[in-house]
């Protein structure tokens, strides 16, 4: 019979030996209970079935059957039973609370009947599992006289016996104390009748009448009964994975060459769903349990930042997650800060915020996460004033977006020192979308990226002389946000939030999981990040990053091509050839050169690297100290651990209320990919670059002029 058989209460003799008979049906586990009621001098017997083992008989005070069994003799064993089993019922057996379950004295018996032993089983799909599941399936069964702790229990099994034999059944009564079903096809006498025990809620089987009288093309008409609820149970346990790559149609594929159950689109999305909800928790549990994760996670991580905010009713509105080690690393990163948000397809949707910055070895570095339900006013102004309580507001501060008005209203509310920078990938989409023409696209990329006010004027007198129109709309946007030459601060090599984009992305898989899973999967993935990293940083050989290096490696390969002249002490003049517009001034003391590469990106510019050659001035101590590896080494020292959920919890935790949001949900199939804008789609539909190649030796890497041959 199957693992989770219930208890089957037995009133008399006849009806024990008619269960022991089993045994030369199957190979069943037998676990007996005997109590004697002494004021009616009657005696009860609790029977519990589990499969793929020897049986055992505790105790049997019923002196005409004379058999044996492999574990305990009932006559000639007597002996032996008074060792090994005990009067009364067994210790191993003393408190059964449901059925199915194995007592927690002794959980790991092999003469007991594990709990649902079925979850346990991977989910890889394989022959065994397989097999596995036959054995299960072809042992479910009704019996009467079983014991049921809820009417749910007994659903759920009614349930997997019609997916088992391939018909259905109506509910014909359903009270307090009382539940009756039958088959669906009128005239068939298949029936199922129990009702509660006393004054307890469990539900004893009565009445079954297990033969079908009615034609098997007929009752296998409809399969309602199999709910994705049951078929998703099923398909975990036995059938396959849950992963975000696994598709509805693959789940309707197998449940109906396993179960013969036709499955349309929508049923076979419903039973994916809820597999998922098993594997992974529902949406409320993840929103009940988020109190207890943000405590564990601070307890684990020391200087861990974490805030809830709830209403008066005890609704979620948002969260905030920032790892001790992103805090204690962000001292050893440029001061440029990185946000944006990207939408959540869950059932309560949200959106989650992110603030990153790119370490010395242009990788992404993690800050701060939160999780509100949309972008507005409120949300970004609470996003940056906890983000505050970790970046304190500076003048050497940037923090970069797109052009959203919120983010504007709160930079300029909480951060009134830090300068402000928009994404010109965004300002791009914009002007593709609303003006046209190549050519000034082209200069308006061009200017965005000028080092020099002078570069810049110019570029910016074309782009008015072409197009008016486009010229009024960039002096609209500020040119103090989107170009590098009127940036009041420092923001380096940042120019768009694609290390943002970069985030979302390896995040886009963990966006319809339940909220407390979102955030264990960034936690997942900024361990292994942090991890990884931080090995990379104590390898690295060089004083600068590996990304520095090999930066710096073609500047100093053009710097051999240039001429240099000493001006004076801290001057000097550096141009390629006899060229006079190519002339740059460079000084060292002060870091600086005419062409302003050096100064905004803080790394010596090609014609810096040329000038410290020729004056015999260590080229790396003209780099920031941001780009050394002992920062690098530095920024990821400490790691970041998982949620020790073995130490207790104060129930000042756990008794706090966090409910799901109050949300409308939307019918129909949850959108999970966004608009893409007309920059997008000429990029994916553009055709890949040729490679070059040489026409001596045609091969790629190289051409005819530094050809070996």
């Not at 909480?414 to 920078?421: E, I, N, P």
């Not at 319809?512 to 979102?518: A, K």
């Given at each position: 019979?199957a693992?989770?058989t219930?208890?089957?209460y037995?009133?008399?003799?006849?009806?024990?030996?008619g269960f022991?008979s089993l045994?030369?049906?199957e190979?069943?586990?037998?676990?007996?209970?005997i109590t004697?009621?002494?004021?009616s001098?009657?005696?009860?017997?609790?029977?519990?079935?589990g499969?793929e083992?020897e049986a055992s008989?505790?105790?049997?005070r019923?002196?005409?059957?004379?058999g044996?069994?492999?574990?305990?003799?009932l006559?000639?064993?007597?002996?032996d039973?008074e060792?090994?089993c005990s009067?009364?019922?067994?210790?191993y057996?003393?408190n059964?609370?449901?059925?199915?379950?194995?007592?927690?004295?002794d959980e790991d018996?092999?003469?007991l009947?594990?709990?649902k032993?079925?979850?346990?089983?991977s989910?890889s799909?394989?022959?065994g599992?397989?097999?596995?599941?036959?054995?299960?399936?072809?042992?479910?069964d009704?019996?009467?006289?079983q014991?049921y702790?809820s009417i749910?229990?007994?659903?759920?099994?009614?349930?997997?016996l019609t997916v088992?034999?391939?018909?259905d059944?109506?509910?014909?009564?359903s009270?307090?104390?009382?539940?009756?079903?039958?088959?669906?096809?009128?005239?068939?006498?298949?029936?199922v009748?129990?009702?509660?025990?006393?004054?307890?809620k469990?539900?004893?089987v009565?009445?079954?009448?297990s033969?079908?009288t009615?034609s098997?093309?007929?009752?296998?008409?409809?399969?309602?009964q199999?709910?994705p609820?049951?078929l998703?149970?099923?398909?975990?346990?036995?059938?396959?994975?849950?992963?975000?790559?696994?598709?509805?149609t693959?789940v309707?594929?197998a449940?109906?060459?396993?179960?013969g159950i036709k499955?349309?689109?929508w049923k076979?999305?419903?039973?994916?769903?809820f597999?998922?909800?098993i594997?992974?928790?529902?949406p409320?549990?993840g929103?009940?349990s988020?109190?207890?994760y943000?405590?564990?996670?601070?307890?684990a991580n020391p200087?861990?930042?974490t805030?809830l905010?709830?209403?008066e009713l005890?609704?979620?509105?948002?969260?905030?997650l920032?790892f001790?080690?992103?805090v204690n690393?962000?001292p050893?990163?440029r001061?440029?800060v990185?946000?944006d948000?990207t939408?959540?397809?869950g059932?309560?949707?949200?959106?989650?915020l992110?603030?990153?910055?790119q370490d010395?070895n242009f990788q992404i570095f993690?800050?701060a996460?939160?999780?509100v339900?949309?972008e507005?006013?409120?949300?970004w102004?609470?996003?940056?004033?906890?983000?505050?309580?970790?970046?304190p507001?500076?003048?050497?501060?940037?923090?970069?977006?797109d052009?959203?008005?919120s983010?504007g209203k709160?930079i300029?509310n909480?951060?009134?020192?830090?300068?402000?920078?928009i994404c010109t990938?965004h300002?791009y989409?914009?002007?593709?979308?609303q003006y046209?023409g190549?050519e000034?696209?082209?200069?308006v990329k061009?200017?965005?990226r000028?080092?020099?006010?002078?570069d810049?004027?110019?570029?910016f007198?074309?782009?008015?002389a072409i197009?008016?129109?486009?010229?009024?709309?960039?002096?609209?946007a500020?040119?103090?946000?989107?170009t590098?030459v009127?940036?009041?601060?420092e923001r380096?090599?940042?120019?768009?939030t694609?290390?943002?984009?970069?985030?979302n992305?390896?995040l886009?898989?963990?966006r319809?999981?339940?909220?407390?899973?979102?955030l264990?999967s960034?936690?997942?993935?900024?361990?292994r990040?942090f991890a990884?990293?931080r090995e990379?940083?104590?390898?690295?050989?060089?004083t600068?990053?590996?990304g520095v290096?090999?930066?710096l490696?073609?500047r100093v390969?053009?710097?051999r091509?240039l001429t240099v002249?000493r001006?004076d002490d801290?001057?000097t003049e550096?141009?390629?050839?006899s060229?006079i517009?190519?002339l740059?001034?460079?000084n060292?003391v002060?870091?600086?050169?005419?062409?302003?590469?050096?100064?905004?990106e803080k790394?010596?510019?090609?014609h810096a690297?040329?000038?410290a050659?020729?004056?015999?001035?260590c080229r790396i101590s003209?780099?920031?100290?941001?780009?050394?590896?002992e920062?690098l080494v530095?920024?990821?020292a400490?790691?970041i651990?998982p949620a020790?959920?073995?130490?207790?919890?104060?129930e000042?935790?756990?008794?706090?209320p966090?409910?799901?949001?109050?949300?409308?949900q939307q019918?129909?199939?949850?959108?999970k990919?966004?608009?893409k804008?007309?920059?997008?789609?000429a990029?994916?539909?553009?055709?890949?670059r040729?490679?070059?190649?040489?026409f001596r030796c045609?091969?790629?890497?190289?051409?005819?002029?530094?050809?070996?041959?």
């Open positions: 019979m693992h989770d219930p208890p089957v037995v009133s008399n003799t006849r009806q024990l030996q022991l045994k030369k049906i190979r069943l586990r037998l676990c007996v209970e004697e009621n002494r004021a001098e009657k005696s009860k017997t609790l029977l519990s079935f499969s083992a008989v505790v105790e049997s019923d002196e005409n059957y004379s044996s069994y492999d574990g305990c003799s006559e000639k064993k007597q002996e039973n060792n090994d009067n009364g019922a067994s210790s057996d003393d059964f609370s449901s059925y199915g379950e194995s007592p927690t004295d018996s092999p003469m009947p594990p709990k032993r079925y979850q346990n089983f989910m799909g394989s022959k599992n397989l097999e596995v599941l036959s054995l299960v399936m072809s042992s479910i009704i019996a009467v006289g014991r702790n749910d229990d007994l659903e759920r099994r009614l349930k997997l088992r034999y391939k018909f059944f109506d509910v014909e009564t009270t307090p104390t009382s539940y009756v079903v039958k088959c669906w096809v009128d005239g068939c006498l298949w029936r009748r129990a009702s509660t025990l006393g004054e307890s469990a539900f004893v009565r009445i079954y009448n033969k079908h009615c098997c093309t007929e009752r296998s008409n409809r399969s309602r199999a709910t609820y049951i998703g149970m099923l398909y975990k346990n036995f059938l396959g994975d849950v992963g975000p790559a696994v598709r509805p693959i309707g594929i449940i109906t060459k396993q179960f499955m349309d689109y076979s999305h419903r039973t994916l769903k597999t998922r909800e594997d992974e928790g529902t409320e549990c929103f009940e988020l109190p207890s943000l405590y564990m996670i601070r307890r200087s861990t930042v805030r905010q709830i209403d005890g609704r979620f509105i948002y969260v905030f920032a001790g080690a992103s690393g962000f050893y990163m001061k440029v990185v946000v948000g939408f959540l397809n059932k309560y949707k949200g959106t989650l992110t603030a990153l910055a010395g993690p800050i996460f939160a999780v339900d949309t507005n006013d409120d949300s102004h609470w996003f940056f004033t906890q983000l505050k309580l970790l970046i507001d500076d003048e050497g501060l940037a923090i970069i977006s052009r959203h008005n983010i709160a300029k909480v951060y009134l020192l830090a300068a402000r920078g990938y300002l989409k914009n002007i593709l979308g046209k190549k000034a696209f082209r200069l061009k200017a965005a000028c080092f020099r006010m002078s810049f004027t110019a570029i007198e074309e782009i008015e197009h008016p129109a486009l010229h009024g709309y960039l002096q609209r500020d040119v103090r946000l989107w590098r009127h940036f009041p601060g380096y090599n940042l120019m768009t694609n290390i943002v984009e970069s985030m992305r390896a886009s898989h963990a319809g999981l339940n909220i407390v899973r979102i264990e960034i936690r997942v993935m900024m361990t990040w990884e990293w990379d940083a104590r390898s690295q050989p060089t600068l990053t590996r290096e090999k930066l490696h073609g390969t053009a710097a091509e002249e001006i801290h001057h550096v141009k390629y050839g060229s517009e190519s740059n001034v460079v060292l002060e870091r600086k050169c005419t062409c302003r590469r050096f100064e905004r790394l010596p510019c090609v690297i040329a000038a050659e020729y004056n015999n001035v003209l780099c920031s100290p941001y780009y050394n590896s920062y530095s920024a990821y400490e790691s651990m020790d959920e073995a130490q207790p919890i104060p000042i935790v756990e008794d706090q966090c409910l799901p949001p109050d949300i409308r019918p129909g199939r949850p959108k990919n966004r608009m804008y007309a920059l997008e789609v990029l994916q539909n553009k055709r890949p040729k490679e070059h190649t040489c045609r091969k790629s890497g190289h051409n005819a002029k530094t050809c070996q041959m």
